[in-house]
């Protein structure tokens, strides 16, 4: 590691490539920066190298992913018990009226609390530790499922329900602020897939697991019990790995040592992010609000969550109603999962390699509406099985879509409390969604479930639209951002070094000279991204 005023940027108009220099400027009295400012406090610039670039995100990975994926893959299984547990009797045992809307409800109350819970969330986000954060919440969620088994009638799995959502409802928005304050713009896709990604391993893995404890016999509990004690169990298990050993910034981890900080954080300087600041500005949150490309998000993160509550919810009776017996109702499922997993992975990779997101997310909604017209269209008769297994499955590529909008949003969004506020405001967006989804679907409806899939449809439909104009809004803010720079004596373009990988952002640097300039100075000063003119906004 060494240190050196340089940093890339490119303008164009010159005739060549140039790098700007930039000078470190000390921090201003009394104004609160974000925590990375105070570890970078020095003259110069630390200079990443590849090599130690590598070598330190290996490092990150192997600490902080296996964490992320073990987490969610287990919020994941406990929040689809209920699917599970409706296949093995819970309506009957439970006394639920399968002509009313109470099985809907239990899947929507989750939702509920996690909706209520989201401006707290966003408020401890920025306040609290946030490996410590997590680790209780993880404990308390896991406790909650256990107590789970105790609840035999509508009211008491209701109300378990709803706490079980008040404690799981930090989680996601707590895993988009670990993957912005540890990886480069180019990296978060990828990562945020990644554990996003453990939806589809829930349904392999939860489909096998709730098939072998259904076969449990026990006297004293019902199989949907030994689901939800066994999942609770692992759950408060886990929970004391992520207590000790999930660290709460790149400037706290202690797998790294001093000089592996500064690196860490330094490879971060062109996010033009920041890491965390622990002050909460509510100029930041009356920004969050005014900005467009907030609600834009809002907007799809909802239409996609409609769909997601309804098939995570109904999805196995949706199957079951082809023609099923319950046990192969939860091995058909399992394939839903694989898809899953290859949407969400790949519709990232896709996005990645692209360096745009605005055409993946259109792309991934394609395959939805021909597996939704399937469904509407053909038949329930035996011989019709394959196809409409075939219409189910392509319907699950949108779980392809949740991760790809966080990531938008999150690259978007400068500024410490502005991007935990305007993830709480699409984690309003999504359980809004999710509580609205299981409604568009009752069992009475069975095996059509046509009013379910019509509302569907035109949701798909109106992402696409919400994508193209939230698209070139971002493009408008870019041109907005070239002329403030060109105001003040930046270049009007600059080279967004945060997108390319290792070896592109070495080749940049190797075929630049220096040039005076300012682009990036502004990284760790808790700027919002509409101040920060050096931001540069992706689409």
């Known amino acids: 590691m060494s240190k050196s005023d340089n940093t890339p940027a490119i ?20 104004r609160a920066k974000d925590k990375a400012a105070e570890l970078l406090n020095s003259n110069d610039r630390v200079v990443v190298s590849p090599e130690d670039n590598k070598r330190i995100l290996r490092k990150i990975d192997l600490t902080i992913l296996p964490i992320l994926l073990t987490v969610y893959c287990l919020q994941s299984l406990d929040k ?3 699917s599970y547990a409706s296949v093995f009797g819970l309506v009957e045992d439970a006394n639920l009226n399968p002509k009313s ?11 509920v609390a996690q909706l209520v819970m989201q401006p707290l969330v966003a408020l401890l986000l920025v306040k609290l ?9 993880v404990f308390l969620w896991g406790a909650i499922l256990c107590c789970m088994t105790a609840a035999t009638n509508f009211g008491g799995l209701m109300a378990t329900r709803f706490l079980l959502g008040a404690f799981e409802a930090a989680v996601a928005p707590a895993f988009i602020a670990v993957v912005q304050m540890w990886y480069r713009r180019s990296e978060q896709t990828n990562r945020n897939a990644s554990w996003y990604a453990m939806l589809g391993v829930v349904n392999i893995l939860g489909s096998l697991l709730s098939y072998g404890l259904g076969h449990i016999v026990s006297p004293h509990l019902h199989s949907y019990q030994i689901i939800f004690l ?21 400037m706290e981890a202690k797998f790294l040592n001093h000089d592996e900080k500064l690196i860490a954080v330094e490879r971060l300087r062109m996010n033009q992010m920041g890491v965390a600041s622990r002050v909460w500005k509510w100029d930041h949150v009356l920004e969050a609000f005014l900005d467009l490309k907030t609600w834009f998000w809002f907007s799809i993160i909802t239409a996609v969550s409609i769909p997601s509550g309804g098939i995570s919810t109904f999805g196995p009776l ?17 394939p839903f999962g694989l898809v899953q997993m290859f949407a969400t992975l790949g519709g990232a990779w896709l996005a990645t390699r692209l360096k745009k997101k605005a055409p993946v997310l259109i792309l991934l909604c394609i395959p939805p509406i021909i597996g939704i017209i399937i469904l509407m269209v053909i038949g329930r008769e035996k011989k019709h099985r394959a196809v409409l297994l075939a ?15 966080y990531s938008w949003s999150g690259q978007n969004t400068g500024g410490d409390t502005k991007r935990k506020v305007t993830t709480g405001i699409l984690f309003i967006g999504a359980s809004a969604g999710n509580i609205i989804g299981p409604h568009l679907f009752t069992p009475a409806e069975a095996p059509r479930y046509s009013r379910g899939l019509r509302a569907n449809l035109a949701l798909f439909v109106a992402i696409v639209v919400l994508v193209t104009l939230a698209m070139a809004w971002i493009k408008v803010l870019n041109r907005r951002h ?13 080279v967004d070094l945060s997108m390319e990988t290792t070896e592109q952002m070495q080749d940049a640097m190797e075929t630049v000279n220096t040039v005076e300039g300012g682009v990036g100075d502004k990284a760790f000063d808790d700027q919002t991204d509409l101040k920060n003119e050096d931001f540069i906004y992706l689409y």
């Open 11 to 30: 303008e164009p108009e010159t005739g060549k490539n140039e790098i700007e220099t930039i000078e470190h400027k000390p921090m201003e009295s009394g």
């Open 230 to 250: 066994f999942c609770g169990l692992l759950t408060v298990v886990a929970s004391v790995f992520v207590y000790v050993f999930m660290p709460d910034s790149p």
């Open 101 to 111: 809307d109470q099985f809907s409800w239990l899947g929507s109350i989750v939702y």
């Open 391 to 405: 219409g189910y499955y392509m319907t699950s590529f949108y779980p392809g879509i949740s991760p790809l909008i």
């Open 482 to 494: 070239a002329a403030t720079r060109v105001q003040i004596g930046k270049a009007a373009k600059v």
């Open 80 to 82: 689809t018990t209920l």
């Open 318 to 334: 949706i199957i079951k109603a082809f023609g099923f017996s319950q046990f192969a109702t939860i091995l058909f499922n399992m």
């Open 129 to 137: 530790p946030i490996g410590k954060f997590i680790g209780v919440m």
